[in-house]
C-alpha cells in the first residue's frame, strides 16, 4: 500500500521518525507531538496524515476536553498489519501470527523433527501460516513480513543454514526464497538461540543492554545481546557455545564431528545417555525432567553437573561480553534450577568479582514462547525500519 501520488515529498519527510515516537502506543494530541518534536502543527498534521493513510495509527476520540470542540488524539494501529513468525527447534515447531506490537492473535504447535529436510518443513511452515490466516480470518495482504529461528548457523542476510550439524539436507537452501514462493513479503531467518535472545528481552522491562541467553535442549546454544543489539558475528555464529571444547569432555565424540565439545557431555541428549549408562530408563529430555523431579539423586547430580560444565564456557563468556543478565532456557527449562545451580557454581567461583558484582543468573521469564516472540520482533523491526516504511509511503 501506498500513499496516493499527491503527497509531496516534504509531507512524508521525517514520517518514520514521528512514528517511531508513537510506537510506545500512547495516545496523543497534534499538540502534544508537536510540543514533543518542536515540529510546527502542519509539519506534524502532514505527517500523521501519511501514516494514518497507511492505517498505523488511529484516532482515539475519548480525549477530555478543556473547552471548546473536544481534542482528538491518535495512537499506534498495531492491528494495521500482521506477520508471522516461527520458532523451528530439532524436534518442535512453534508457528504465530500478531500484531505490529508482537501481541499474538494466533499460534499453533506440533512435534517436528527438522531432519526430515527443508522441503518438508518449511512446506508445513507454509500451510500453517495460511491456516492461521483462516482462522483469524485475515487475508494475505495485511502479512508483511515472516521470521523464522531455526537450530543451527544461519548466514542472517541471505537466511541460509551454514554446515547445521543437526539439520541435515539444510545446508545452504534458500529458506527464503522457498517461502516466498507462496507469500511475496521479506523473510527474515536467523539461529533459533539468537530469536529467543530477542524474545526474553522483549519480556523484561526494563530491557537488559547487556545479556547472554543460553538454550540448553538437542543442542547448546547462546544469544548474546551487547549494547543493546543482538551480535552474529561476520558468519551468524556468535555464541555457538556448545562446540566449544571443556575439559570433561576431552576424547567425547560429538555430533559436528569434533572431539570434547560442551554439547557432546551437557545437552539433553548427553545427560540421558549418561543416565542409560548409570542404568535408568532415560531416553529423552522428558525423561531426564522426570527423574529429577521424581527425586532420583543420580538424575539431579548429572543436571547440576551439565550445570558445572556450561558454567565452565559461561565463565569465558563473562569475561569477555561483561552482562548483567544470564537466562538459561530450552528443553531442560522444568529443571532449570539444578542446571542453573550448577552454572553459578562455577561462574561465580571464577570470574572476576567486578564481572558478577551486578551478574544475575535466572530461569528464562519467556520460557517456550521466547523463540516465537522473538521471530516476531525480527520480522517487526524489518518490517517498520526506515528503508520499509520509505517503500510503503512512496517516492520523496
Known amino acids: 500500500m501506498t500513499i496516493n501520488n499527491s503527497t509531496t515529498s516534504a509531507n512524508v519527510a521525517g514520517v518514520y521518525e514521528l512514528f517511531q515516537l508513537m510506537r510506545d502506543g500512547e495516545p496523543r494530541t497534534r499538540a502534544d507531538i508537536a510540543a514533543l518534536t518542536g515540529l510546527a502543527r502542519s509539519t ?3 505527517r500523521i496524515d501519511a501514516l494514518r493513510e497507511l492505517g498505523l495509527l488511529k484516532p482515539v476520540t475519548d480525549a477530555a476536553s478543556t473547552g471548546g470542540r473536544p481534542s482528538s488524539r491518535i495512537a499506534f494501529n498495531p492491528r494495521a498489519r500482521i506477520v508471522a513468525a516461527a520458532d523451528l527447534g530439532a524436534t518442535h515447531s512453534t508457528v504465530a501470527l500478531t500484531d505490529l506490537a508482537g501481541t499474538t492473535l494466533s499460534e499453533t504447535r506440533t512435534r517436528l523433527d527438522i531432519a526430515e529436510g527443508p522441503e518438508k518443513v518449511l512446506g508445513y511452515l507454509v500451510g500453517t501460516i495460511a491456516a492461521l490466516l483462516e482462522q483469524i480470518e485475515w487475508n494475505g495482504s495485511e502479512l508483511i513480513a515472516i521470521g523464522i529461528g531455526l537450530p543451527g548457523p544461519v548466514v542472517h542476510a541471505t ?7 543437526l539439520m541435515p539436507g539444510w545446508d545452504g537452501f534458500d529458506v527464503p526464497e522457498y517461502i516466498r514462493r507462496t507469500y ?5 531467518v536467523d539461529n533459533d538461540v539468537n530469536i529467543m535472545a530477542l524474545g526474553e528481552r522483549t ?5 537488559p543492554d547487556d545479556m547472554i541467553f543460553v538454550k540448553v535442549a538437542t543442542g547448546i546454544g547462546s544469544g548474546i545481546i551487547s549494547g543493546g543489539q543482538l551480535q552474529r558475528g561476520t558468519d551468524g555464529t556468535a555464541g555457538d557455545i556448545g562446540h566449544i571444547p571443556i575439559a570433561r569432555a576431552a576424547g567425547v565424540p560429538c555430533t559436528c564431528g569434533n572431539l570434547g565439545c560442551l554439547e557432546a557431555v551437557a545437552s539433553a541428549p548427553a545427560i540421558a545417555a549418561t543416565l542409560r549408562a548409570a542404568g535408568l530408563d532415560a531416553a529423552t529430555s522428558t525423561d531426564v525432567i522426570n527423574l529429577v523431579r521424581a527425586g532420583d539423586l543420580t538424575a539431579i ?4 553437573q551439565a550445570g558445572r560444565d556450561i558454567g565452565e564456557v559461561l565463565n569465558m563468556c563473562v569475561s569477555i561480553v561483561n552482562p548483567s543478565l544470564i537466562t538459561i532456557g530450552g528443553s531442560l527449562a522444568p529443571v532449570a534450577d539444578q542446571l542453573i545451580a550448577g552454572i553459578r557454581e562455577i561462574v561465580y567461583s571464577r570470574s572476576m568479582p567486578l564481572a558478577t558484582q551486578n551478574l544475575v543468573i535466572e530461569q528464562s521469564k519467556a520460557g517456550p514462547e521466547a523463540g516465537v516472540i522473538g521471530a516476531s520482533i525480527l520480522a517487526i523491526e524489518h518490517a517498520l525500519s526506515q528503508e520499509r516504511m520509505d517503500a510503503m509511503i512512496g517516492p520523496k
Request: proline share 21%.
Open 44 to 46: 506534524v498534521g502532514l
Open 159 to 165: 537466511g541460509k543454514p551454514s554446515k547445521p550439524p
Open 184 to 188: 511475496r513479503v521479506p523473510v527474515l
Open 203 to 207: 519480556m523484561r522491562q526494563p530491557q
Open 301 to 304: 547430580q548429572a543436571v547440576r
